[in-house]
């Protein structure tokens, strides 16, 4: 902080009075403006007293504070991320496990027992002999067939021997037997199914199906 100072000079001519306000001028544009007295001066003819004394505030030369900064753009706040919650349930481990249901058994398809058409009981016999049958048929005497007089090919007729429950289902392909008491001729395999071929001939209760 500058002190202020007070000097008095006395000019006695009128280059000095110029070369004082040259200098007051000086001090002016340098920042100090001086106040500039013309006193007469006491018992000298023609001198000028000067004085300078500086009238500006101390604060004046303080410098100016520098212009304030400009404030740093305050930084993207950050969002905090949300805070993972646990769920209440209990865990899976915990809970009380359940028998899987069984797969419940598939129902079997049953099939339809055939209708019977026609039914009775007559003698039965058999025969092995290698020929055609009445529809054009090779004669198999391992294949289950029979021959009747009157039912159509391909009848379906079941054959039962009441002596042991056994029974057989035999298709009608050939005609026969021409015997008296008896209505069907079944094939040797056929036949023995039933009963044994050394019978050669038995009653049987047949069952025309349809």
């Known amino acids: 902080m500058a002190a202020k100072h007070s000097r008095t000079r006395i000019f006695s001519s009128p280059a000095g009075i110029v070369a004082t306000a040259a200098v007051g ?3 002016a544009v340098g920042g100090t403006v001086g106040a ?10 023609g001198q000028t007293a000067l004085d300078l ?20 753009s305050a930084s993207p706040s950050v969002t905090a991320s ?18 899987s249901p069984k797969p419940s ?39 289950l067939t029979a021959a009747h007089k009157t039912l159509p090919f391909n009848t379906k007729v079941r054959v039962t021997n009441p002596a042991n429950g056994k029974s057989v289902v035999v298709r009608i392909n050939d005609r ?16 023995a ?8 001939a038995l009653t049987v209760r047949y069952e025309v199906l349809g």
């Open 193 to 200: 199914t039933i009963a044994s071929v050394d019978v050669g």
């Open 36 to 45: 500039v007295q013309l006193t007469s001066g006491s018992g000298q003819s």
């Open 176 to 191: 026969g037997p021409f015997i008296d008491g008896r209505c069907l001729d079944l094939s040797r395999a056929a036949f």
């Open 25 to 27: 001028v000086a001090l």
């Open 105 to 143: 058994p598939t129902a079997k398809k049953t099939t339809a027992s055939p209708k019977v058409l026609e039914s009775g009981s007559c003698g039965a016999s058999f025969y092995s002999d290698g020929q055609l049958t009445a529809n054009g048929e090779s004669f198999n005497p391992n294949a």
């Open 53 to 72: 004394t500086p009238t500006t505030a101390a604060s004046s030369l303080t410098p100016s504070s520098p212009a304030a900064s400009p404030s740093a």
């Open 82 to 99: 949300p805070l993972a919650t646990r769920s209440q349930q209990a865990a899976s481990r915990g809970k009380a496990r359940t028998a």
